[in-house]
C-alpha cells in the first residue's frame, strides 16, 4: 500500500500529552518520520527513525511504533505546538515516498 | 548548514509546462536523494519525486506522465518540469533532502515556491 492514513484534527490541554498517529502498511518495512509545519513556514523534521530527535527539537516529542502504525507524543504539550504534522515514510516498495493526510493539533 | 532554494516562475499558463530549478548549498549533493513536494493551498503535503545524485529517478505514479526531473551535480542544482498543467497544479513546491538510509526521511526543505497556474 502506498498510503499513510493521519486523523484529520486533534486537540490537547496546554500541558497535557498528546499522541498523534499515522497507518499504514508501509511502517512494517520503514520507519515514519514526523514534521511539524506551521502557517505559511516549510515542514520542520521533528522525530526520524521512529525516535530519534534533531538537534534543536525539544524532548517533549518523542515517537514510537508497533506493527502498522505509528505515533508521534507531545509530554507537556506547549501553546508553540499548534501546527499541522505529518507523518511519511517509504511506500511498501521501498521506491517511493509517502506522505500522511496530516493532522492540524490545537492546544487549548 | 545545509540550504536549499527553489526558483522559477511564478505564475504558468494552463496546458504549459511547470519548471523549477532547486540550488543545494552548504552541502553536498552526492550521496543522497533530491525530492520535489507540493502542497496545494490549504492541503497536504504531496511527493512529486525524486532524483538520486547519479541520476536514476523515481515518481509519484499519479504524476509519472508528466514530471522530469534532472540533476547537475557540477552546479548543485536539481530541477523539475512539470507538462501540461492545470489549476489543480497550484501548489507551493518545495525542494527537498533526503536523508541517509531512503526511509522517507527528509531533513532539508527549501522555504517553498508558490507556482499558480492561471491564463
Known amino acids: 500500500s502506498s498510503e499513510l492514513t493521519q486523523d484529520p484534527a486533534v486537540s490537547v490541554a496546554l500541558g497535557q500529552t498528546v499522541r498523534i498517529t499515522c497507518q499504514g502498511d508501509?511502517?512494517?518495512?520503514?520507519?515514519a518520520s514526523w514534521y511539524q509545519q506551521k502557517p505559511g513556514q516549510a515542514p520542520v523534521l521533528v522525530i526520524y527513525?521512529?525516535?530519534n530527535r534533531p538537534s534543536g527539537i525539544p524532548d517533549r516529542f518523542s515517537g514510537s511504533s508497533s506493527g502498522t502504525t505509528a505515533s508521534l507524543t507531545i509530554t507537556g504539550s506547549q501553546a508553540e505546538d499548534e501546527a499541522d504534522y505529518y507523518c511519511?515514510?517509504?511506500?511498501?516498495?521501498?521506491?517511493?515516498?509517502?506522505f500522511g493526510g496530516g493532522t492540524k493539533l490545537t492546544v487549548l | 548548514q545545509v540550504q536549499l532554494q527553489e526558483s522559477g516562475p511564478g505564475l504558468v499558463k494552463p496546458s504549459e509546462t511547470l519548471s523549477l530549478t532547486c540550488t543545494v548549498s552548504?552541502?553536498?549533493?552526492?550521496?543522497?536523494?533530491w525530492s520535489w513536494i507540493r502542497q496545494p493551498p490549504g492541503k497536504g503535503l504531496e511527493w512529486i519525486g525524486y532524483?538520486?545524485?547519479?541520476?536514476?529517478?523515481n515518481c509519484n505514479p499519479s504524476l509519472k506522465s508528466r514530471v522530469s526531473i534532472l540533476i547537475d551535480t557540477s552546479k548543485s542544482q536539481f530541477s523539475l518540469k512539470l507538462s501540461s498543467v492545470t489549476a489543480a497544479d497550484t501548489a507551493v513546491y518545495y525542494c527537498?533532502?533526503?536523508?541517509?538510509?531512503?526511509?522517507?526521511?527528509?531533513?532539508?526543505w527549501g522555504q517553498g515556491t508558490l507556482v499558480t497556474v492561471s491564463s
Open positions: 527537498a533532502r533526503e536523508g541517509r538510509g531512503a526511509t522517507g526521511q527528509i531533513d532539508y
Open positions: 552548504g552541502g553536498s549533493i552526492s550521496g543522497y536523494y
Open positions: 532524483i538520486y545524485y547519479s541520476g536514476s529517478t
Open positions: 508501509s511502517l512494517r518495512n520503514f520507519y
Open positions: 527513525d521512529k525516535n
Open positions: 511519511n515514510s517509504r511506500d511498501s516498495s521501498g521506491n517511493h515516498v509517502v
